[in-house]
């Protein structure tokens, strides 16, 4: 089974506006007319507001926002569900825009599946069945096998007989999953895929994603409105607000240099410590001076790293990326970190 492409999606100047007049709308939106005076003046909703992106192949991206804020209009542009008013979706030298039905029909079905929020399972269809259906359209001889292996891979071995009815939401999910992993597609797409599902439940997928992910390297893009999950899940995350791009980055960059009041606003409460990684916060080394017997990971977050120096009794740490020396950490600098700065600020 191939593991993901080589070909990164560029999102290019891209507008969406909602009316039978959209495309008259563009240029005064570019000029500056807001989504309020649209609706008001025009009637017609602005959807997306020049958005920008590239999606990196083989990574999570996650595209977050409140209700609202055109995350699940973004993700539909990129498989043509919807056609933007303005703009480009570049993918392997095409861009699914110009798309003809033939071609679009194709890159669905070879490039691209989808996770739904709901879970879109078919009623009358066994777990089997439901898994293999996208490959029996396609008419593939080892439907079946491939269908068992990715049932099996999500922890569904024993289920495949039985209907969706009888299976918990968590389980329902996890059906949704490998019914798009059986198609090999090389971009994957999740709308609020996990949102309608118990927090532990949740949490279960969200970490069964990341496991596969490490595996098979596929172009994800995660939407959803919940920032902690975005945080655990996006190697890049794009903030949305009514439709604009507010900042685009990984998860310590957007808590540590939010873009703007809002950003910051949406990040103030986030538990730092589970973000910041000792490399972000390690000083270098001074040469001459002994260095501390203690040794943690350049990746490891914040929080683990105070509880593993807690627990042996350390106050200071070598920084190691493998066998290369990035620098020293104490728990005085570590508990600084994890403080967000408005918090503290308020207290004085």
């Not at 542009?77 to 071609?103: C, E, F, K, R, S």
């Not at 103030?268 to 589970?274: A, D, I, K, S």
Request: glycine residues 8%; aromatic residues 4%.
């Amino acid at each position: 089974m191939n593991k993901a492409g080589t070909h990164d999606i560029e999102i290019r100047d891209l507008y969406k506006i909602f009316g039978p007049e959209a495309g008259q709308h563009v240029e005064a939106v570019k000029a500056g007319l807001t989504k309020a005076e649209l609706n008001d003046r025009h009637n017609h909703v602005l959807g997306l507001q020049d958005i920008n992106l590239t999606i990196p192949h083989g990574r999570i991206t996650v595209i977050m926002g409140l209700s609202g804020s055109g995350k699940s209009t973004l993700i539909r542009h990129i498989n043509g569900l919807i056609q933007p008013t303005a703009g480009q979706v570049l993918y392997d030298g095409m861009d699914v825009v110009t798309m003809t039905p033939t071609q679009l029909r194709d890159f669905r079905r070879q490039k691209t599946a989808m996770v739904f929020q709901k879970f879109a399972l078919l009623p009358h269809r066994t777990v089997l069945r439901n898994v293999a259906y996208g490959l029996d359209i396609r008419g593939m001889a080892e439907a079946e096998e491939r269908a068992r292996h990715w049932i099996d891979r999500v922890g569904l071995q024993g289920y495949e007989d039985y209907y969706p009815r009888q299976l918990s939401g968590g389980m329902q999910q996890r059906v949704g999953l490998a019914r798009a992993l059986a198609n090999d597609a090389e971009i994957l797409l999740m709308d609020e895929a996990f949102s309608a599902l118990d927090p532990l439940i949740r949490m279960d997928m969200q970490s069964i994603l990341l496991e596969l992910q490490q595996e098979l390297r596929k172009t994800i893009i995660f939407i959803t409105h919940d920032l902690d999950e975005a945080l655990r899940l996006g190697d890049k995350i794009a903030i949305l607000r009514d439709g604009a791009m507010e900042q685009v980055g990984n998860g310590q960059e957007i808590v540590l240099r939010p873009a703007n009041a809002y950003i910051a606003e949406f990040v103030r409460e986030v538990n730092r410590g589970r973000i910041i990684e000792a490399r972000t916060i390690a000083t270098p080394a001074t040469q001459g001076r002994e260095l501390p017997d203690f040794t943690v990971k350049a990746r490891s977050k914040l929080d683990l790293v105070a509880r593993r120096m807690t627990k042996a009794g350390m106050s200071e740490a070598q920084v190691r990326d493998g066998e290369v020396l990035v620098g020293t950490i104490d728990l005085p600098a570590i508990l600084e970190a994890m403080v967000n700065p408005a918090d503290a600020a308020s207290d004085d």
